[in-house]
T-cell receptor, first 113, second 112 residues
Framework: DQQVKQNSPSLSVQEGRISILNCDYT??????FLWYKKYPAEGPTFLIS?????DKNEDGRFTVFLNKSAKHLSLHIVPSQPGDSAVYFC????????????FGQGTTLQVKP | DAGITQSPRHKVTETGTPVTLRCHQT?????MYWYRQDPGHGLRLIHY???????DKGEVSDGYSVSRSKTEDFLLTLESATSSQTSVYFC???????????FGSGTRLTVV
């Protein structure tokens, strides 16, 4: 069973507009959530994270929102740039669980100039 | 650059042969993980280690074994490779159990 789901395999947006990537989870024990970005032929790189005690975390153009009641998180990128074109993975973990991250399937973002 | 190296970067092997992938870190991180990436599945955990000689199974561990005899090295072995193990394999390291990972660049394995 997929505990972390990214239901949109791909997303295309125009440069300068907002990109919204969504992620749903089923395990209410998850208390730490992360987003990773992956370019072709490279390993994923950490982008932004949020603890379950918060509902929003911002870092420059990137903001992650967490809705615990809906078991849903989203990543907003404003404004989107062509260099943001990549695969984005959301991930979740449970405190004290040896740090294991459970990843979603990924969403491929294309930002068109 | 991040102190984590995977080898080899690419490998083609025949069905039924053993294969070992190596992950080497220079960060002295306690936790190490092996994931595989497949289309439609994202990243799935194979095995992980929380210390020297301390390892455990992930969600897709069948057909794989691991060893960690030193802090810096985490080996993933496919005892008898199958075509279903064709994938991109990523190693990751973490400083604590509540911290994000640093990933290696990956190993593309093709089993023919």
């Amino acid at each position: 069973d997929q505990q972390v789901k990214q239901n949109s395999p791909s997303l295309s947006v125009q440069e300068g507009r907002i990109s919204i990537l969504n992620c749903d989870y089923t395990n209410s024990m998850f208390d730490y959530f992360l987003w990773y970005k992956k370019y072709p032929a490279e390993g994923p790189t950490f982008l932004i994270s949020i603890s379950s005690i918060k509902d929003k975390n911002e870092d420059g153009r990137f903001t992650v929102f967490l809705n615990k009641s809906a078991k849903h998180l989203s990543l907003h990128i404003v404004p989107s740039q062509p260099g943001d074109s990549a695969v984005y993975f959301c991930a979740a973990s449970r405190s004290g669980n040896t740090g294991k991250l459970i990843f979603g399937q990924g969403t491929t973002l294309q930002v068109k100039p | 650059d991040a102190g984590i190296t995977q080898s080899p970067r690419h490998k083609v092997t025949e069905t039924g042969t053993p294969v070992t992938l190596r992950c080497h870190q220079t960060e002295n991180h306690r936790y190490m993980y092996w994931y595989r990436q497949d289309p439609g599945h994202g990243l799935r955990l194979i095995h992980y280690s929380y210390g020297v000689k301390d390892t455990d199974k992930g969600e897709v561990s069948d057909g794989y074994s691991v060893s960690r005899s030193k802090t810096e090295d985490f080996l993933l072995t496919l005892e008898s490779a199958t075509s279903s193990q064709t994938s991109v394999y990523f190693c990751a390291i973490s400083q604590t159990s509540n911290y994000g990972y640093t990933f290696g660049s990956g190993t593309r394995l093709t089993v023919v």
